[in-house]
C-alpha cells in the first residue's frame, strides 16, 4: 500500500482523535487517518505535535521527521517495536559473520555503481565505464572502487565546476533534501522489517544512530540524482522552496522494477529490507534490490 506524505509548512497543531489526526491552521482544519501516512515533515518551529498524536504515528511505523533552520530534515522519529520477533532478529544481525557482512556491502557498491552507470549514460547520452568499475568492486569494497566511481560520477553530473559536498553550494542543497528523505523511508523499512538501524554493515561510526540505513540506501541514491538533474533543468530557482521539496518527495512514489513487478519506491524498500533481514537468518544470500530503470 502507498502511503501518503504530509509536508508541514505554517504554524500548524497537529492532534488525534478516533484514530485520525487532526491538523489545525490559522485558515484550515482537517482530519487524515493515521495508517494513511507513511511519512510526515515538520518544517516549522511553531508546529504543534501531541504526545498522543506521536506515539499514534510510531505506532503505525510512520517517519516523522524535523527540519531545522535551513529547512532541511534535522533528524527523525521511528518506531522501536515494529517487529513481532524483534529481539530474534537483533540476535541474527549483530552475530552476523564479517564474511556476509563484506559480501552484502560488496553486492550493494556494485548495485550502486551500475545505477549511476545507468542515470550517466541517460543524463550524457554516452556510454561509460562503470559496468567495469562495478565488476572490479572486491569483498567489502576493500579497493573503494565506490569512490573511484563517485569521482568520475560527479564530474559529469552537473558542470565541470560542481563539487558534492554536504555543505556545498547548488545544488547541494536539493540533493541533501532528497537524501535526507531517502534515509528517513529506508530507515523506516528497515525498522519495519525488525533490524536495528544503528547497526550497519559497513557505515560503523559510533555517532550514527541510522548506519543501516546509510547502508542500505546506496543503491537508490541515483534515483534523487536523476530528480535533481530534472530540477536543475526545469527550475531556476536555487533555494529549497515549497515546490522543489513536493517535487522531491515524489522520489518515494517512483515506480522502480524487480523481476517479475514493479513498485512504488517506498514499498520496493519494504521488499529491500526484508531480504536483508532474510540474509541475516541464512535464508537468503543476496539483498533483493529492484533495477530502478528498465
Keep these: 500500500m502507498i502511503k501518503r506524505t504530509l509536508l508541514i509548512e505554517s504554524k500548524t497543531s497537529i492532534t488525534t482523535k478516533n484514530l485520525q489526526l487532526i491538523l489545525k491552521s490559522e485558515s484550515r482544519e482537517s482530519s ?21 498524536a506521536m506515539n499514534l504515528l510510531l505506532e503505525n511505523n510512520t517517519s516523522v521527521i524535523v527540519c531545522g533552520t535551513n529547512h532541511l530534515p534535522n533528524g527523525m522519529f521511528l518506531n522501536l517495536n515494529s517487529h513481532h520477533i524483534q529481539q530474534e532478529i537483533f540476535k541474527e544481525q549483530i552475530n552476523a559473520s564479517e564474511p556476509l557482512k563484506k559480501k552484502l556491502w560488496q553486492q550493494t557498491i556494485v548495485e550502486k555503481i551500475n545505477n549511476q552507470g545507468i542515470l550517466l549514460a541517460k543524463i550524457t547520452g554516452k556510454k561509460n565505464k562503470f559496468d567495469f568499475l562495478a565488476s ?24 565541470a565546476n560542481f563539487k558534492r559536498e554536504r555543505f556545498g553550494d547548488y545544488p547541494n542543497n536539493f540533493l541533501n533534501y532528497g537524501y535526507a528523505l531517502l534515509r528517513a523511508a529506508t530507515a523506516r523499512a528497515l525498522s519495519g522489517s525488525g533490524l536495528l538501524n544503528t547497526l550497519g554493515i559497513h557505515h560503523k561510526s559510533k555517532y550514527n544512530a541510522f548506519a543501516l ?40 512514489t517512483r515506480t522502480v522494477y524487480f523481476k517479475d513487478e514493479k513498485s512504488p519506491l517506498m514499498v520496493a524498500l519494504q521488499k529491500t529490507a526484508s531480504s536483508l533481514q532474510q540474509c541475516y537468518t541464512g535464508e537468503r544470500k543476496k539483498i533483493k534490490y529492484p533495477q530502478l530503470w528498465i
Design 32 to 52: 487524515i487517518p493515521v495508517e494513511d501516512v507513511g511519512f510526515i515533515v515538520l518544517d516549522n518551529p511553531e508546529i504543534y505535535l501531541s504526545i498522543p
Design 136 to 159: 572490479k568492486v572486491l569483498s567489502g569494497d576493500t579497493s573503494n572502487m565506490e569512490a573511484v566511481a563517485a569521482n568520475l560520477y560527479w564530474k559529469e553530473f552537473h558542470t
Design 213 to 252: 540505513a546509510d547502508d542500505i540506501m546506496e543503491p537508490f541514491r541515483p534515483i534523487v540524482d536523476e530528480k535533481v538533474y530534472e530540477l536543475v533543468q526545469h527550475y531556476e530557482e536555487q533555494e529549497l522552496k515549497t515546490a522543489i521539496k513536493a517535487e522531491l518527495l515524489q522520489t518515494l
